[in-house]
């Protein structure tokens, strides 16, 4: 089937263009040898990007950087200065996680590889990036403390896996987690630990937007006598953290299961990168909550080949309908990335696009962030060449692919008074959900919509984004409520 490529909005939220061509918008290269530019992004709700550039130098040292971005009136503009590392070779700009105004940033091979994580803030009064609270440090040499990290969106809770850990069993690993008490980072509860050797628990985590469900990631963990993985979810209660629901256990050995996974606002919908399956074609599965089980949604998808990697980073939107993959391959072909769709009505994930990089072991796909609502997509290829050797690069898309035959689901709203201090009006009455966030992806409102306005008069000061899901097309606009 044909497909076509389907800009969203702009920032202004203005109307939709069409029959555009699957190329970058923007591109950013690698200013240095071996900078690595784009070995890892994230992004921030609702505009911002982060890339890293583990290799970047300060005064003739490898320390590392993170450069933020914000994506306005379709260009890409950099954010306050960089953020540069201040400690050589400890992997400083290797894993990080954005919210909002604030970012974890990951260490793993400092001191040994102890680790070490740090957060930051933008202080907006002085336009820069100001450390919060003080270094966590790993818990002992060898563990790789920061080798992943995940913030809540509120940045009062941090997530850190440490899965080399290994004084309570070789390479059980660890999973802290902190939360900010206004002063600094205290450790909730015990440490998260591996149950068996060699599990790798915490080689990768993820937190909820919606609680405080933390998702950790045990690719080593043996069931039965095999490594097939394992995913488990644990929430507070008050006291501890317990299991939330049973475990997701990997299909097979030695696939990479719980190397990489993502997760819906929801919470309802669960995705699984398996990028050493199939002789390392790469999979990924989808599921989706059954009570406390979690069940197989969809056919698996697959790399086209051995060596594709598919599956070693993916994201998941806040709602699940769009999912993109990545597959950064070896050094027969250049990495692609593919774009997928799941709209009412389908059985199946809908491949939608399909984007590659430009030479051969650029490791592009490798590092994938997608904006929640705006379906912006940033593509790292962090051993790009054109510039210089391994200077990296980074992609752009400011589009989704949609087929043809779904292109009569995405229309622009049109909303009045903007700003607006009670109610909402809409050009016409709509049949659908509603949601409203704020712009660090807080869900304020979610209700059924049969009517031509909305309430908003309980709504705090402030910007939010209205976003409605009608049967067959999804709207999204921005307001700004006053008091």
């Known amino acids: 089937m044909k497909t076509i490529l389907l800009m969203l909005f702009a920032v202004g939220f203005g109307q939709y263009a069409f029959a555009q061509t699957p190329t970058p918008i923007e ?12 070995a890892f992004v994230d992004h921030g709700f609702p505009y911002k990007f982060a890339v890293g550039s583990p290799g970047g130098t300060q005064n003739g040292e490898v320390v590392g950087k993170i450069q933020l971005y914000d994506y306005i009136n379709f260009d890409l503009r950099e954010f306050g200065a960089p953020i540069y590392g201040d400690i050589p070779n400890v992997g400083f700009g290797e894993v990080f996680d954005l919210e909002g105004d604030q970012m974890v940033v990951g260490m793993p091979a400092y001191d040994n590889n102890r680790g070490l994580v740090r957060v930051y803030e933008w202080k907006e009064d002085i336009e820069e990036w100001e450390q919060k609270g ?16 995940a913030m809540k969106v509120t940045g009062n809770m941090i997530v850190v896996g440490a899965p080399y850990a290994s004084a309570n069993g070789e390479n059980k690993g660890e999973v802290r987690i902190y939360t900010w008490t206004g002063v600094d980072w205290e450790l ?3 440490p998260i630990v591996g149950l068996n050797d060699n599990d790798l628990t915490g080689y990768h985590v993820k937190i909820s937007r919606t609680q405080p469900l933390v998702i950790i990631g045990e690719p080593g ?14 929430e507070w209660n008050g006291s501890e953290w317990q299991l939330a629901y049973d475990d997701l256990e990997g299909p097979e050995p030695l696939t990479g299961f719980g190397i990489k996974f993502d997760i819906t606002y929801h919470n309802d919908r669960f995705v699984v990168g398996m990028p050493i399956a199939e002789g390392t074609k790469g999979v990924v599965k989808t599921y989706k909550l059954n009570g406390t089980n979690w069940v197989q949604l969809y056919n698996d998808l697959q790399g086209e080949e051995p060596g594709d990697l598919f599956g070693t980073d993916l994201n998941i939107v806040i709602h699940g309908q769009i999912l993109i993959v990545g597959a950064p391959q070896g050094n027969t072909k250049p990495g692609y990335m593919n774009v997928f769709t799941d709209y009412a009505g389908r059985t199946n994930w809908n491949l939608s696009g399909e984007f590659s990089g430009s030479m051969p072991g650029e490791k592009y796909g490798s590092e994938l962030a997608i904006s929640e609502l705006v379906e912006n997509v940033l593509v790292g290829a962090p051993q790009e060449d054109s510039t210089f050797n391994d200077a990296g690069k980074i992609y752009l898309y400011p ?3 949609v087929s043809t035959d779904e292109q009569q689901k995405i ?14 009006h809409l050009e016409g009455p709509l049949n659908g959900e509603v949601f409203i966030y704020n712009l660090e992806g ?5 209700n059924q919509l ?4 909305i309430e908003v008069g309980d709504l705090p000061e402030g910007a939010y984004i209205l976003k409605i899901e009608t049967k067959d097309k999804v709207l999204v606009s921005k307001f700004t409520k006053v008091d």
């Open 27 to 38: 591109t950013r290269n690698g200013l240095a040898p071996n900078e690595r530019l784009g």
């Open 134 to 149: 003080s270094d966590i440090q790993g818990p002992e040499i060898g563990c790789q403390f920061g080798k992943t990290v």
């Open 188 to 190: 909730r509860g015990e």
């Open 221 to 234: 963990n043996n069931v039965g006598v095999n490594k097939n993985g394992r995913i488990r979810f644990f």
């Open 399 to 401: 589009y989704i692919l």
């Open 411 to 424: 229309e622009p709203l049109t909303i009045f008074p903007n700003p607006v201090k009670d109610v909402l």
């Open 442 to 446: 807080k869900l304020f409102l979610q």
């Open 450 to 453: 049969n009517a031509d306005n």
